[in-house]
């Protein structure tokens, strides 16, 4: 008899979990836990804002599937000293390269305690469900959005433009198009040159090709031409073609720019084509109102795309679709199911559920943190943050303004501000200023291309960075510059 078989309605073996043996060991050593991530916040302008992965670092992480078990204080000592000190940086205050938010102390224990709960959020009839269907509401409200309006939460704004391309697609053919497919529909989209690449990527996955989204000329200030596009649309319509979706930008990934969100949504109206917007970090400026009467039309999308995780400083990840129709957006993705019946009664219960307005069923209590940072700060200071990096955003755009040796290289609208350190050959040097930026640890910013020229793209999302750590990047900027040049000559 082998050692899995045994007598008929027993289980051979010893009886045993995946739980400790000694409680009050873990409990110590998870305190400690707590107590460095605490600290590692704490003390983060401490330490360089990034580091490079040594190869015996890197070497660790190439070993095979451990198969006997190894004690939980070792391999945290492995984390503590192969993965924490090489992380991304976006905690830290230097951090001004890609849209990352840095996160907040209540995001972070509001992490532990949903990993606590290990809740799978993709439906059924308990609390952490109605935590998501709270923040769907105040996003429903902060938008201006009418009762009935739909949201749910994300891995981040990719997925919610492609969720938001899906249903616009269905709500333009119909129920068939989730049997039948596209047929011969000859379905196009437009937006603006300056869009996320995530945009035709969707458009993409969605089956409808990149080639038929059509990318519009932006204006000197990176918005997508209205006018432009309305032409397009009527002689695309001419050629035979089936316009069905218009997406606007609420903030650029390049520049920051606001696209003419008033006049898209008028032009959707008249042309009887869905409106998303991508405001991915932008959205959420409607937390300030120093930002949102820049937004003004948002409130008239059929759907926008957002994240929590930059502006709002949720805690990676939390992206967010909201849809003006909830019953278009729920139409386009539940898939009922035997295994899925929903009761009157039970935890089968409270139907429907957000697996119902999404593609995932096995989905993170990603609305805790959201609610959490949202509870413990409230809309008015995440606002008066959110207006303050602008600010900084304007104080630096001021510095580079007064500095002859530096060049501005788009209109700054909100918090992102491209520039170059001007000289020969600028694309390949201020390539190497920004790797020589990260690599001292001073800042972390990203470059971009403007109008064919290399931009360094500084992004004050970090709700910890200060005027100090402009000025420092700022610095170190023209000390890298003129060592590159005068290693070139």
């Given at each position: 008899?082998?050692?899995?078989?045994?007598?008929?309605?027993?289980?051979?073996?010893?009886?045993?979990?995946?739980?400790?043996?000694?409680?009050?060991?873990?409990?110590?050593?998870?305190?400690?836990?707590?107590?460095?991530?605490?600290?590692?916040?704490?003390?983060?302008?401490?330490?360089?804002?990034?580091?490079?992965?040594?190869?015996?670092?890197?070497?660790?992480?190439r070993?095979?599937?451990?198969?006997?078990?190894?004690?939980?204080?070792e391999?945290?000592?492995?984390?503590?000293?192969?993965?924490?000190?090489?992380?991304?940086?976006?905690?830290?205050?230097?951090?001004?390269?890609?849209?990352?938010?840095?996160?907040?102390?209540?995001?972070?224990?509001?992490?532990?305690?949903?990993?606590?709960?290990?809740?799978?959020?993709?439906?059924r009839?308990?609390?952490?469900?109605?935590?998501?269907?709270?923040?769907?509401?105040?996003?429903?409200?902060?938008?201006?959005?009418?009762?009935?309006?739909?949201?749910?939460?994300?891995?981040?704004?990719?997925?919610?433009?492609?969720?938001?391309?899906?249903?616009?697609?269905r709500?333009?053919?119909?129920?068939?198009?989730?049997?039948?497919?596209?047929?011969?529909?000859?379905?196009?989209?437009?937006?603006?040159?300056?869009?996320?690449?995530?945009?035709?990527?969707?458009?993409?996955?969605?089956?409808?090709?990149?080639?038929?989204?059509?990318?519009?000329?932006?204006?000197?200030?990176?918005?997508?031409?209205?006018?432009?596009?309305?032409?397009r649309?009527?002689?695309?319509?001419?050629?035979?073609?089936?316009?069905?979706?218009?997406?606007?930008?609420?903030?650029?990934?390049?520049?920051?720019?606001?696209?003419?969100?008033?006049?898209?949504?008028?032009?959707?109206?008249?042309?009887?084509?869905?409106?998303?917007?991508?405001?991915?970090?932008?959205?959420?400026?409607?937390?300030?109102?120093?930002?949102?009467?820049?937004?003004?039309?948002?409130?008239?999308?059929?759907?926008?795309?957002?994240?929590?995780?930059?502006?709002?400083?949720?805690?990676?990840?939390?992206?967010?679709?909201?849809?003006?129709?909830?019953?278009?957006?729920?139409?386009?993705?539940?898939?009922?199911?035997?295994y899925?019946?929903?009761?009157?009664?039970?935890?089968?219960?409270?139907?429907?559920?957000?697996?119902?307005?999404?593609p995932?069923?096995?989905?993170?209590?990603?609305?805790?943190?959201?609610?959490?940072?949202?509870?413990?700060?409230?809309?008015?200071?995440?606002?008066?943050?959110?207006?303050?990096?602008?600010?900084?955003?304007?104080?630096?755009?001021?510095?580079?303004?007064?500095?002859?040796?530096?060049?501005?290289?788009?209109?700054?609208?909100l918090?992102?501000?491209?520039?170059?350190?001007?000289?020969?050959?600028?694309?390949?040097?201020?390539?190497?200023?920004?790797a020589?930026?990260?690599?001292?640890?001073i800042?972390?910013?990203?470059?971009?291309?403007?109008?064919?020229?290399?931009?360094?793209?500084?992004?004050?999302?970090?709700h910890?960075?200060?005027?100090?750590?402009?000025?420092?990047?700022?610095?170190?900027?023209l000390?890298?510059?003129?060592?590159?040049?005068?290693?070139?000559?």
């Open positions: 008899m082998s050692k899995l078989e045994g007598r008929p309605g027993t289980i051979a073996g010893p009886s045993e979990t995946l739980d400790p043996q000694d409680w009050d060991e873990v409990r110590a050593l998870g305190h400690r836990m707590l107590d460095d991530m605490l600290d590692y916040v704490a003390n983060v302008r401490d330490r360089p804002v990034w580091r490079p992965i040594p190869d015996a670092v890197r070497s660790e992480f070993k095979p599937l451990p198969r006997d078990p190894s004690d939980l204080a391999v945290y000592g492995e984390f503590s000293e192969r993965i924490a000190p090489y992380a991304t940086g976006n905690v830290h205050p230097g951090f001004m390269g890609w849209v990352h938010g840095g996160g907040t102390v209540a995001g972070l224990l509001a992490e532990m305690l949903a990993a606590g709960l290990n809740a799978n959020c993709g439906g009839n308990h609390m952490p469900i109605e935590v998501e269907r709270q923040v769907v509401e105040w996003v429903r409200q902060l938008f201006g959005f009418p009762e009935g309006a739909s949201g749910v939460f994300v891995t981040g704004t990719s997925m919610a433009n492609l969720m938001a391309v899906l249903v616009a697609r709500a333009k053919l119909g129920p068939d198009v989730r049997h039948h497919g596209l047929g011969n529909a000859k379905l196009t989209a437009y937006t603006s040159v300056s869009a996320h690449g995530c945009v035709a990527q969707a458009m993409d996955l969605a089956g409808l090709g990149r080639e038929a989204l059509r990318r519009i000329h932006a204006d000197r200030a990176h918005r997508v031409d209205v006018a432009t596009l309305h032409a649309i009527k002689q695309d319509r001419a050629d035979g073609l089936d316009p069905f979706l218009v997406i606007g930008s609420a903030g650029t990934v390049d520049t920051g720019a606001i696209d003419d969100l008033a006049a898209l949504a008028a032009l959707c109206r008249e042309e009887q084509l869905w409106f998303h917007i991508d405001g991915a970090y932008g959205a959420l400026g409607m937390l300030s109102p120093q930002i949102a009467p820049l937004l003004a039309g948002l409130e008239q999308a059929n759907s926008i795309a957002f994240d929590f995780h930059k502006w709002g400083q949720v805690q990676y990840d939390a992206g967010f679709l909201m849809v003006r129709d909830g019953e278009q957006h729920r139409d386009t993705f539940a898939a009922p199911v035997a899925l019946r929903r009761e009157t009664r039970g935890l089968a219960g409270s139907s429907p559920w957000p697996c119902d307005f999404g995932d069923l096995s989905r993170g209590f990603r609305a805790l943190k959201t609610w959490f940072t949202l509870r413990t700060y409230g809309a008015d200071k995440l606002g008066a943050m959110i207006a303050r990096t602008c600010t900084l955003a304007k104080y630096l755009e001021a510095k580079i303004a007064a500095e002859p040796r530096l060049q501005l290289l788009a209109p700054v609208t918090n992102i501000v491209c520039f170059r350190f001007r000289c020969d050959d600028a694309n390949a040097v201020n390539a190497e200023i920004v020589d930026l990260h690599e001292s640890g800042a972390a910013p990203s470059t971009t291309m403007i109008g064919g020229e290399l931009a360094i793209r500084v992004a004050v999302v970090n910890r960075t200060d005027t100090a750590n402009l000025d420092a990047m700022f610095d170190a900027v000390r890298f510059g003129a060592a590159r040049v005068a290693a070139a000559a």
